[in-house]
């Protein structure tokens, strides 16, 4: 599986961004796509996660009602509609894919997409 994360820039705060995540290779009858990000000198951490069959949501507390997770099935991404960001939002941003169901550890992924730059200036 190959997963092949887009979108980062630099966005001043209260600005919006589209983060992308196509994967590619072998597929699963059932699993769940998240988003990560880890800031420079911090654990990396659960952003958001989808369920790919039902599209189930789930969001760090942080990021609820700003972020937006969702999926194009017949297109095999998962989005990250990130609005109203904020300078601590800066982090470089992972997407990952469970195999065996929803987890917002790290090391309940099992594959991970390159990273992102996310850049909020303030």
């Known amino acids: 599986v190959q997963l092949q994360a887009s979108g980062g820039g630099l966005v001043q705060a209260g600005g919006s961004l589209r983060l992308s995540c196509a994967a590619s290779g072998r597929t699963f009858s059932s699993y769940v796509m998240g988003w990560f990000r880890q800031a420079p000198g911090k654990e990396r951490e659960f952003v958001a996660a989808?369920?790919?069959?039902?599209?189930?949501?789930y969001y760090a507390d942080s990021v609820k009602d700003r972020f937006t997770i969702s999926r194009d099935r017949a297109k095999n991404t998962v989005y990250l509609q990130m609005n109203s960001l904020k300078p601590e939002d800066t982090a470089v941003y992972y997407c990952?894919?469970?195999?065996?169901?929803?987890?917002?550890?790290?090391?309940?992924?099992?594959?991970w997409g390159q990273g992102t730059q996310v850049t909020v200036s303030s």
């Open positions: 990952a894919l469970n195999e065996d169901g929803l987890s917002r550890a790290v090391l309940g992924y099992d594959y």
């Open positions: 989808i369920r790919w069959g039902g599209g189930n949501t």
